[in-house]
Each structure stands twice: as structure tokens, then as C-alpha cells.
Nanobody, 126 residues
Framework: QVQLVESGGGLVQAGGSLRLSCAASGRTFSSYAMGWFRQAPGKEREFVAAISWSGGSTYYADSVKGRFTISRDNAKNTVYLQMNSLKPEDTAVYYC???????????????????WGQGTQVTVSS
């Protein structure tokens, strides 16, 4: 069992930065791939970024490539999402997720992840 708690969301102006954190409980954190997803009002949950269990592979949605960076610290049981050059269209609730996902395109699929956090709100003003 893995419990995930996100933090770091908030209100920021367009062009600004935020760093989201996701703290995991459980000794098996380092064996799971981790993903970040987001959901805006009235829209479906969408993939943002993912990282393999070792941190050796990362994947990004086209909409955030070059602006967002996912990383993990297995010693701290924490995964991060550094978000730069934020845009109003990045406004959403951001969720982290953990799962035994094989590195590759499947990391973009929400159903591949077993555990989810409660989400943290990110609001980008224009």
C-alpha cells in the first residue's frame, strides 16, 4: 500500500514558477513509476509527466515539454514537478500517481497507476 500527499500548489502569475511535491508512504516507493496528471474543470484528467522507478527515464506531454521537469528522490520517498513559464491553460488540480508501470507510452495512461493522491490546485492568472 502506498499513500501519496501532494503539496506546493497555489496561485501564480503567468510566466511564474511553482514546484509541486508528492510525498509517499511505504517502503516500496522506489519500485514504482510515478506520474503527474492534471484535471481542469469540465475536462478529463490528462497526463503531464512520468518518471521510471530509477529516475532514468522521463516522459512529458507535448504541452509541457521544455517547461516542466519531473524528478524523484527515492531516499526521501518524494517526487517533484518543477513548473516554469506557467500559462493560464496550466490551471488545474494536479495529481500524483504511483504504479508498477513499464517505462514507455503506457506511463501516459491513468489506468496504469494503482495509487493516487488527493490533488493540489494550481491556478495561473493572466
Amino acid at each position: 500500500q502506498v499513500q501519496l500527499v501532494e503539496s506546493g500548489g497555489g496561485l501564480v502569475q503567468a510566466g511564474g514558477s511553482l514546484r509541486l511535491s508528492c510525498a509517499a508512504s511505504g517502503r516500496t516507493f522506489s519500485s514504482y513509476a510515478m506520474g503527474w496528471f492534471r484535471q481542469a474543470p469540465g475536462k478529463e484528467r490528462e497526463f503531464v509527466a512520468a518518471i521510471s522507478w530509477s529516475g532514468g527515464s522521463t516522459y512529458y506531454a507535448d504541452s509541457v515539454k521544455g517547461r516542466f521537469t519531473i524528478s524523484r528522490d527515492n531516499a526521501k520517498n518524494t517526487v517533484y514537478l518543477q513548473m516554469n513559464s506557467l500559462k493560464p491553460e496550466d490551471t488545474a488540480v494536479y495529481y500524483c500517481a504511483a504504479g508498477a508501470v513499464v517505462a514507455g507510452p503506457s506511463m501516459e495512461e491513468p489506468y496504469e497507476y494503482e495509487y493516487w493522491g488527493q490533488g493540489t490546485q494550481v491556478t495561473v492568472s493572466s
